[in-house]
């Protein structure tokens, strides 16, 4: 196997698991007895757990100088949380399991964009179609998932799931090595927020992808109050990704022309739109298109970042820096405003999604500045 090819898988077998988290994590928490307000405080804790663990196991792996095996028991263990879901019921024993599952999940991708990214420097080959891998097996997830929980109920998402996180385990001990990334022991966060482009990068990703909270919380639960069945609920996830793909497998003259400014600037535009036509209307025929948009509001945003960190991050300091702008950058709003979301969504329902699209709004001129 290349190292494209083993780049691939990696993120393939990851991708797989957030495939049915995503969509299909509300459902399974309700099916266990959780209220609205209960799933949010879960999700919410979830990303708590993940700004400490995510940046501590990225942290770890540079220290050690062995970031695929690092990773190899970061996604075993979230395959053991995972299997917790089988016995656990009600608020408390539900939190504990989703506490321990959260913290082992959280270096998988940071550190697996690390490895990606100075592999596609090495090797050399293309990152972004590389990680189009791992939209694909989202897509396949998504539409899988939602079979799975028609016929056969949140028990079969759940098994789905951990073999995924077992896959993930494996393949992260395939990844592709990166012997000329020294060992980085000494070096610590602090001078990571140093760097100017980081902090500025980590505000802008804060608002784009903290604008994604309420969809990724409460999407798959407005769609099916509103009587929409779950294999199309899962066919609007996956249409999302697709076009992800689409841009990741053949936006690469366009990412390189609109540079890390440009396309933060277009992600957030878009997200102004997206979370608009969300608010206003559950019709899947509008819901369609609307999903599209994702290729903008996180596609284009996360090569953006890739982009900037593969550049102004030392190479022994990556696994903390991919770590660090995912907890920050991104772990840290999403908890928040999911957290407000559990909320916002039960007293206003989907017109809660103009406050996403507020971010995005917010989001616009600070893009422009990206540097």
Not at 68 to 89: D, E, H, K, M, P
């Amino acid at each position: 196997m290349t190292p494209a090819t083993r780049t691939a898988t990696l993120f393939a077998t990851q991708f797989c698991a957030f495939g049915l988290l995503l969509p299909f994590l509300p459902a399974v928490l309700t099916a266990r007895g959780l209220t609205l307000e209960e799933v949010g405080l879960v999700l919410a804790a979830g990303s708590a757990i993940r700004l400490v663990a995510g940046p501590a196991g990225g942290r770890l792996a540079d220290a050690w100088g062995r970031p695929r095996a690092v990773l190899a028991l970061a996604a075993l263990g979230a395959a053991l949380a995972a299997s917790g879901l089988f016995l656990a019921s009600g608020l408390v024993a539900v939190l504990a399991v989703m506490l321990v599952h959260n913290a082992a999940l959280a270096p998988i991708v940071p550190l697996s964009d690390a490895l990606a990214v100075a592999a596609a420097r090495d090797a050399p080959f293309d990152y972004a179609r590389a990680r189009a891998a791992g939209s694909v097996s989202f897509i396949l997830a998504a539409l899988m998932g939602g079979q799975a929980l028609a016929l056969a109920g949140t028990d079969a998402v759940v098994v789905i799931l951990v073999v995924s996180l077992v896959a993930a385990a494996g393949a992260a001990l395939i990844a592709p090595a990166v012997p000329s990334v020294p060992k980085s022991p000494g070096a610590g966060f602090l001078k990571l927020l140093r760097i100017p482009a980081l902090r500025r990068l980590m505000l802008v990703s804060a608002l784009l992808q903290g604008s994604h909270a309420l969809y990724y919380g409460f999407g798959t639960l407005h769609w099916q109050a509103s009587g929409l069945s779950a294999g199309l609920i899962g066919a609007l996830w996956a249409a999302g990704v697709i076009a992800e793909v689409a841009l990741f497998w053949w936006g690469r003259g366009l990412v390189t022309r609109l540079g890390p400014a440009g396309l933060c600037a277009t992600a957030a535009a878009m997200g102004v739109l997206r979370w608009t036509i969300l608010a206003v209307t559950t019709e899947p025929m509008v819901l369609i298109p609307a999903q599209l948009l994702h290729a903008g509001t996180f596609a284009m945003q996360h090569l953006a970042t890739m982009q900037l960190l593969g550049r102004i991050v030392p190479p022994g300091q990556a696994g903390s820096a991919q770590s660090l702008h995912a907890a920050i950058g991104v772990g840290l709003p999403l908890g928040l405003l999911t957290l407000a979301a559990g909320p916002l969504y039960a007293n206003v329902g989907g017109l809660g999604f103009l406050a996403m699209a507020a971010l995005c709004a917010l989001a616009w001129p600070l893009s422009r500045r990206l540097r």
